[in-house]
C-alpha cells in the first residue's frame, strides 16, 4: 500500500523563526508536488520538484527532494502569519494519479 | 483562461434526492478529477478521466456517478446519499508538459447531506 506521510501533522510556531516539514513517501516517484490551503479553500499549487537534488524557492519557502531517501522537505525562513495554512505533498508514481499526504497544519502566532 | 470552475459553490440535500456536481476547464487539458476531502484530512481521489474516459475509480459506492460529456466538463451525479458523504468535493485538471503532469484545482462544492 501506498503510504504519503508528512511530519509534523500540526505545527505552531512563532513569527521570525525557521522550521521544516517532512515528507516521506513509500514508492518510487521522481516527481513531488507542494501544495497549499487556506482553511474552506481549494489546493493552490506550490512547487513540482522534478528530480532527485531539486531545489525551489519561492519567498520564505525552500522545497527540496531526495528521491534515494524518499523524502522532501518544505523550509519555512523567518514565518510570517500569512504562511498560516495547510501544506499537502504529492506524489505521481504512475500515469495521472495523484497521491497526497496527511497534510501538516502550520499556525505562525506573533 | 487558466481556471478550473465548481457549480454550484454550496449544496444541501436530503438523503432522498438527486443532485450534480458540475465541473468545467477550458484549458485544452485531457484530464480531469473528482476528489473528495473531509476536514483536516487530504484529498482522496474517486475518479479520473482521461481523454473522457474513465479511467480510474477508486472504488467510490454507486450511489456517486460521474459523467464526462466533452473534454471541458465533468459531472458528479449524486442520488441517495449518506450523512457522511458531507464533505468538500473537488475537482481538478492536469496538463502534461514534457513528461511532467501539472495538477489545477477547482474551488469546490461545500456538499452537506441532511
Known amino acids: 500500500e501506498l503510504k504519503v506521510e508528512q511530519n509534523p501533522l500540526f505545527l505552531s510556531m512563532q513569527e521570525g523563526k525557521n522550521y521544516t516539514i517532512y515528507c516521506n513517501y513509500s514508492t518510487t516517484s521522481d516527481r513531488l508536488y507542494w501544495y497549499r490551503q487556506d482553511p474552506g479553500k481549494s489546493l493552490e499549487s506550490l512547487f513540482v520538484?522534478?528530480?532527485?537534488?531539486a531545489v525551489k524557492q519561492e519567498g520564505r519557502l525552500m522545497a527540496s527532494l531526495d528521491t534515494k531517501a524518499r523524502l522532501s522537505t518544505l523550509h519555512i525562513t523567518a514565518a510570517v502569519h500569512d504562511l498560516s495554512a495547510t501544506y499537502f505533498c504529492a506524489v505521481v508514481p504512475t500515469g495521472n494519479q495523484f497521491y497526497f499526504g496527511t497534510g501538516t497544519s502550520l499556525t505562525v502566532i506573533p | 483562461d487558466t481556471e478550473v470552475t465548481q457549480t454550484p459553490k454550496h449544496l444541501v440535500m436530503g438523503m432522498t434526492n438527486k443532485k450534480s456536481l458540475k465541473c468545467e476547464q477550458h484549458?485544452?487539458?485531457?484530464?480531469m478529477y473528482w476528489y473528495k476531502q473531509k476536514a483536516k484530512k487530504p484529498p482522496e481521489l474517486m475518479f479520473v478521466y482521461s481523454y473522457e474516459k474513465l479511467s480510474i475509480n477508486e472504488s467510490v459506492p454507486s450511489r456517486f456517478s460521474p459523467e464526462c460529456p466533452n473534454s471541458s466538463l465533468l459531472n458528479l451525479h449524486l442520488h441517495a446519499l449518506q450523512p457522511e458523504d458531507s464533505a468538500l468535493y473537488l475537482c481538478a485538471s492536469s496538463l502534461r508538459l514534457a513528461g511532467v503532469y501539472e495538477q489545477y484545482f477547482g474551488p469546490g462544492t461545500r456538499l452537506t447531506v441532511t
Open positions: 484549458m485544452g487539458h485531457r484530464a
Open positions: 520538484l522534478l528530480s532527485n537534488g
